[in-house]
């Protein structure tokens, strides 16, 4: 079977990728991050590192407000559909599995003007913009959870789970280390969050007398993370050594990061929900403000629900808050449990079945 991979949600790609080791996979996304930036994005990084070939396209984002790219955004989809139909008539695949976004619209509908059978994976708890939209033209929508059930027509509709990589399957089998002084993991996610990473500038000095901190920064046109080298460098001996300051961890490192960790705080992105819940991981969530209908809000109060943390939001958000909530977190971290497990074992694996399935269905 040949399988062609769409960007978009990287995470739930790279688990499924793990599973198709006999299958001649390609991939399709964004060379880079962000538009206007011209810093290599995670997914390609990721993908080119795993010797698959990626195929870069111009994709056309559906800006929620005005910028001086939106544009020139809007009328690069002409560009990406021409791409997209490039690259599918090139690779010639049996199936195309796309995992969401603004970069998946192009491929898809390619796909069915070809009429190369489609497969979707929603991870969100209700159902991405794009994925509803992709939805009409897939073969088959595979949900993460039962929530999203009633954005999708019943009859294309399989409960899958969101898969997770097997860093952060097989970490959950390890020995956590026991930590002489608590230890927080911080993370904005691949890209980084410029906003987290400020705050975290800006309350390194109280934070560091009292725990360990390991913050993963992102690369991005704020130059956060050189800024925040600079600053561990300045640090006294006894500061710096509670400081660990990376760009970017290796899927196994981050996920020993955060099994290791006392504490996480991140942003709310579903993934990041996902992994939580399953290495039943006490976090301190700030939602990103700008995603769509406010869906890391509503992962945030669903992981509060499930007993695994707490939740800031970034309108009016400063160090003194942060700090005291940190700090109120770690005196009653025993009190932070999960109250109903509701991760779906075998994602990867229950992906895979549904993608030979259709593309069975298409030889007969």
């Not at 079977?1 to 399709?28: C, Q």
């Not at 870069?56 to 009328?75: E, G, L, N």
């Not at 509803?132 to 409960?159: D, G, N, Q, R, Y």
């Not at 560091?208 to 704020?222: A, E, P």
Request: net charge positive.
């Amino acid at each position: 079977m040949k399988v062609a991979i769409i960007g978009g949600h990287l995470s739930p790609a790279l688990a499924v990728l793990e599973k198709l080791t006999d299958e001649e996979v390609f991939f399709i996304g964004r060379k880079y991050t962000f538009e206007g930036d011209k810093t290599l994005s995670f997914e390609y990084q990721q993908i080119s590192k795993l010797k698959i070939p990626f195929f870069a396209i111009t994709p056309s984002r559906f800006q929620r407000k005005f910028t001086r790219y939106t544009i020139s955004s809007i009328s690069k989809f002409p560009i990406g559909l021409a791409q997209s139909l490039r690259v599918l008539r090139k690779i010639k695949p049996d199936i195309v599995l796309g995992f969401g976004g603004y970069v998946s619209m192009p491929v898809v509908i390619s796909a069915f003007i070809l009429k190369i059978p489609i497969v979707i994976h929603e991870q969100t708890l209700e159902a991405g913009f794009a994925n509803k939209l992709a939805s009409k033209f897939a073969k088959k929508i595979c949900i993460s959870w039962k929530s999203s059930s009633k954005f999708f027509p019943k009859e294309k509709t399989v409960l899958t789970g969101n898969p997770l990589r097997k860093d952060i399957l097989d970490i959950s089998k390890s020995k956590r280390i026991e930590n002489k002084t608590p230890t927080i993991y911080i993370t904005g996610g691949n890209s980084g969050s410029h906003f987290i990473n400020v705050l975290i500038e800006n309350s390194l000095s109280k934070l560091l007398k009292n725990y360990s901190i390991i913050h993963q920064t992102g690369d991005s046109k704020y130059k956060d993370y050189k800024r925040l080298k600079e600053k561990k460098e300045k640090l006294s001996n006894d500061l710096s050594n509670n400081y660990e300051v990376v760009k970017f961890f290796l899927p196994k490192v981050a996920a020993e990061a955060i099994n290791n960790a006392d504490l996480v705080i991140g942003r709310a992105g579903i993934n990041t929900v996902t992994e939580l819940i399953y290495l039943k991981k006490p976090a301190l969530l700030i939602p990103l403000i700008s995603s769509q209908k406010n869906e890391q809000l509503k992962n945030s109060m669903f992981l509060k629900s499930l007993g695994l943390g707490e939740f800031i939001e970034q309108n009016g958000l400063n160090e003194n808050i942060f700090y005291s909530t940190v700090e109120n977190m770690i005196k009653n971290i025993e009190s932070y449990r999960l109250k109903e497990d509701v991760f779906i074992k075998d994602a990867a694996d229950k992906i895979v079945m549904v993608l030979k399935n259709v593309s069975k269905q298409k030889k007969t």
